[in-house]
């Protein structure tokens, strides 16, 4: 089998097999982000340059270095290939410059988005950001736009990854959405307003890497650092049932797919299970699920300390929180979500 060295790690890998997928079969810090390819979805990937690397040497057969930087998830490797990423100032430099760019358009709204703790783009710019814009233009502003009665749409905070869009021509029978115009015109939309409704749609949400789609039923309800990942799983004629719960105590706040080391969903899951099945009545709760060890969800490492599935939370919180949900919800935020849209 050919062999590719990456930050000069060697490893083995089938023929045809991306740099991306052969760094993530090393693991580790070398491993490229990625903001658009996704590993489930055909014909992702070669949309946002994240995952640009220097390859230092292009393989055994023909030495010669390649002139410029490649995407690592659609270039496949040769034997003998040599790549740099985290080892290559210039890839490095590079990659602040593509974060510069997602940011152009992307407000910086992470305090009042869903997505907060959970997003790759928060994830790039944390380690690649700067602290100061060089944008002077107007930033492209849209309206929110509820797609279906589960879905809404921020189309300020969207990186156009196409990922939903591969979502809904790849596990449902009758795509509704898509990327209309060309340029920095360019926006995900319906055609004609249309709602996003098949059984499958839900797991838009889940490959989006941004906070531009988010599940109705739990905008706004919680920071995703406040609740307990557990997996859980029930019979579902659909789908294979197996999901993660996230609860405040013993409410389950939200359900989404199982994500892997990449946030890549394991298994997708049905509308049902995802918007529908809220009591924890509904679910076999397996245990805490296993995330990683610097997640702003790992704050009080309670992996730890719990060894059965058994929270108690004291009723006195429950009613604060129902008091909090009152004073935030859907309707109470619309009143402060306006003015923000116009500067977004
Ligand atoms: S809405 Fe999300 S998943 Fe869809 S193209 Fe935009 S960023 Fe990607
Ligand atoms: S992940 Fe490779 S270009 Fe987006």
């Not at 693991?27 to 070669?46: E, F, H, N, R, T």
């Not at 730890?304 to 058994?310: F, G, M, P």
């Amino acid at each position: 089998m050919p062999k590719v060295t990456i930050d000069g790690v060697t490893v083995e890998v089938e023929p045809g097999t991306t740099i991306l997928n052969a760094a993530r079969k090393i693991g580790g810090d070398l491993v490229p982000p990625a903001m658009c390819y996704y590993s489930k979805l055909k014909g992702s990937g070669g949309k946002c340059r994240v995952c640009l690397v220097e390859i230092s040497k292009g393989s055994e057969a023909n030495p010669t270095p390649m002139p410029k930087l490649q995407a690592s998830c659609c270039t496949p490797i040769a034997d003998g290939m040599e790549v740099k990423n985290m080892t290559s100032p210039k890839v490095q430099d590079m990659r602040k410059g593509v974060v510069e760019f997602l940011l152009i358009n992307h407000p910086l709204d992470c305090p009042i988005c869903d997505q907060a703790g959970e997003c790759d783009l928060q994830n790039l710019g944390f380690n690649y950001g700067s602290q100061q814009t060089r944008y002077e233009e107007g930033r492209r502003t849209f309206d929110k736009i509820d797609i279906g009665d589960k879905i809404q749409l921020h189309m300020t905070r969207c990186i156009l990854c196409y990922r939903c869009t591969y979502v809904a021509d790849q596990l449902t029978d009758n795509r509704v959405h898509g990327i209309m115009n060309r340029g920095d015109a360019s926006e995900i939309s319906t055609y004609i307003q249309n709602a996003v409704t098949n059984e499958m749609s839900g797991n838009m949400i889940d490959v989006c890497p941004v906070g531009a789609l988010t599940d109705k039923t739990f905008r706004f309800k919680s920071r995703v650092w406040f609740l307990k990942p557990f997996d859980a799983h029930r019979d579902c004629p659909t789908c294979s049932g197996k999901v993660t719960a996230w609860m405040f105590g013993k409410e389950i706040y939200r359900v989404t797919a199982r994500k892997d080391a990449y946030h890549e969903v394991e298994e997708f899951i049905c509308n049902t299970c995802r918007f529908d099945k809220k009591d924890v009545k509904d679910w076999t709760v397996e245990g805490p699920r296993k995330f990683e060890k610097d997640s702003v969800i790992n704050q009080n490492n309670y992996v730890q300390h719990l060894d059965k599935v058994e929270i108690d939370t004291d009723p006195r919180l429950l009613t604060g929180r129902q008091e909090d949900r009152k004073a935030i919800s859907m309707a109470g935020v619309k009143s402060y979500e306006q003015p923000l849209s116009d500067g977004q």
